[in-house]
């Protein structure tokens, strides 16, 4: 299986921190957040790793990460030109570079502690499929999107910061994809806010009934407002100290 961490964007949110750096490229206590997704890469037994990113950064990438024999592993580049093209248009661009594996995808600004090794050798063993995780909200979950799963832990419903959430459980940015999903991404028609949605890119395998859910213990998106990105630093020292991740 190969890896890609998905680091683009324009991060709004974060100005003015993002105004001259990505926001991947920020410190979360003491490592830049990029490395947070890398090392959960290389705990899951991933070797060669494409980390996509925009244009204006992608320098900046290379010369901190370089080739990944610091890791121990190999990266790989690819460029996003549309910012706004979406996450499955982010993970089409790694077409070449999957060539026909599955494919394990980490937003560059999730961190969380689960080890995904033993589903990474599960999941390379399922002939079509594909696999979301979800984490428990205390408060609502309107704002990610939406994960409705039954007692085998099977997708029923899956939806994008729906008014109405039918569950507790919020989609993190981790995701694992059989070979077909570069075919289903040529499928996918943008949305009304013009990308293309990785809800819609999982839909397509909920209506196959090959969808799948995973729940962690804990997550946090630490790109997405200046609290969040304080409370991932918070978080992580805290973890760090109780060698907890």
């Not at 093209?85 to 394990?104: Q, R, V």
């Not at 033993?118 to 939406?146: C, H, R």
């Not at 419903?157 to 039918?166: G, L, Q």
């Not at 998106?221 to 907890?244: M, Q, R």
Request: net charge positive; hydrophobic share 40%.
């Amino acid at each position: 299986m190969k890896g890609i961490i998905l680091a683009g964007g324009l991060a709004t949110r974060l100005r003015p921190l993002t105004w001259v750096t990505n926001k991947h490229l920020l410190p979360i206590y003491n490592k830049p957040m990029i490395y947070y997704p890398i090392l959960s890469m290389k705990k899951a037994g991933i070797t060669e790793v494409l980390i996509s990113t925009s244009p204006d950064h992608a320098g900046d990438f290379a010369e901190l990460l370089k080739d990944g024999s610091e890791f121990g592993m190999k990266f790989y580049y690819s460029i996003q030109s549309n910012p706004k093209g979406g996450i499955a248009n982010a993970i089409g661009l790694a077409e070449n570079y999957a060539k026909g594996e599955k494919i394990l995808v980490i937003l560059g600004d999730n961190i969380f502690g689960y080890d995904l090794k033993n589903d990474v050798e599960e999941f390379s063993k399922i002939k079509k499929g594909a696999l979301v995780y979800g984490v428990k909200m205390n408060t609502q979950t309107k704002q990610y999107g939406v994960i409705e799963i039954d007692k085998n832990n099977n997708v029923i419903s899956i939806e994008e910061k729906p008014e109405n959430p039918k569950s507790n459980i919020a989609q993190i940015g981790v995701y694992m994809y059989d070979e077909r999903v570069f075919d289903f991404i040529k499928k996918l028609k943008p949305s009304l806010r013009g990308e293309l949605e990785v809800t819609d890119l999982n839909n397509i395998y909920l209506k196959e009934k090959t969808l799948y859910c995973k729940i962690i213990d804990w997550w946090i998106d630490a790109g997405t407002s200046h609290d969040e990105l304080l409370k991932a630093n918070n978080l992580v020292f805290e973890k760090i100290k109780n060698k907890k991740i």
